[in-house]
């Protein structure tokens, strides 16, 4: 709830850090993947999928991303 009142919703400072820290390994970031994609489905479900956040891939591709991660495709 918190990441959807920043600007821009759900902005992804925290996971761009860790790519960076971590040489760009996206393996070792997957769990704050996991909380942009949560965050970005949040803000759709709240504003309707013609919002936009630079932060968040848009509706459709968010929702093959989420599905893409939950069988193992990463």
Do not use: M, W
């Amino acid at each position: 709830e918190e990441d959807l009142k920043v600007s821009p919703p759900c902005q992804p400072r925290a996971l761009a850090d860790c790519l960076v820290k971590n040489g760009y390994q996206e393996k070792k970031c997957d769990h704050l993947i996991d909380q942009l994609y949560e965050c970005c489905q949040a803000f759709y479900a709240k504003n309707g999928d013609g919002a936009t956040s630079a932060s968040c891939p848009k509706p459709n591709l968010l929702r093959l991303k989420i599905e893409q991660r939950k069988k193992g495709i990463k």
